[in-house]
């Protein structure tokens, strides 16, 4: 097995959950760290026995000759740093979102497309059991599926939690794109329409609701509650039966010409790692090997924020 040498860039909280999920997975070294921090990258590097803290992103590889690079970093800073990462011969995992929006989000592919690096996203929730348990039942039966997205947000609670305007602006990108992506995962083929029901009118917003037509037939739809409580959920529904996330980490279903749920057991690997990454991590690493993977490619994230933007209008 080929050993695979992963840095970090970044030093908060996501930084640590990666750390932390890809310490476990095998034949991976922990090579080193960078962030504008240095006292956090130096606090986790002793955490996790990192050899390197690094001045700089060049610095970082030259220390270390990673193959695959974690970047977690804030949002607003997100774009020149992976565009800093993808001068360099690693691949990349980049943490959602990819840029603060979808022009950003651009920028960032071309430079990708440029520099020809293997680029993924952590979409950590198409990891989720719930999520792979509902997607395998799902993909063993070929029928229309309507899929129901209930998002949840709050200009109000961004601001609380001190999110740099910009970023409130956009947060249909930095944190909608959670629940919206389940459209995109579970959703089959093209979009093909986009229609808002009720619009998004930015600060304005009560409730935004959009509907979805993929040219496999399938349809979604879009309740995000922006003024108001709500709970995060994802439910899918067919012919024969009916997959609901409620949380989002808790699958149950239920089965045509029945009326009682059934639960699917909560799978260890989402509560000993912060839910999806220890998967994500495995498949990351797959994917530098050059092995079969389901790792998240860039080019398929973008197909969430071209949604996004379709939806919102910005």
Known sequence: MKEVRVAFVGAGGMAREHLSAFRDVPGVRLSGIHSRTRDRAEALAKEFGLPTVADSIPGLYERTRADLVVVAVPELVSTGVT?????????????KPVGIDFDDAQLIRQAAERSEVLAMVGLNRRFYASTLAAKADLDSRDERRFITVHDQQSYEEARRYNHPEPIVERF????????????ANFGRGDVMTVQPLEPWQGEATDVCIVRIVFSSGDVGMYHGIWRGPGPWACAISTRSKRWLMKPLEQAAYQNAGERQLQEVAVDELDQRYKAGFFRQACEAVAAVRGERNAAISLAESLRTHELIHRMFGV
């Open 172 to 183: 249909m990108y930095a944190n909608s794109v959670h629940n919206i992506d389940y459209l």
């Open 83 to 95: 565009l800093q990462c993808f001068e360099l011969p690693w691949a990349s995992l980049l943490e």
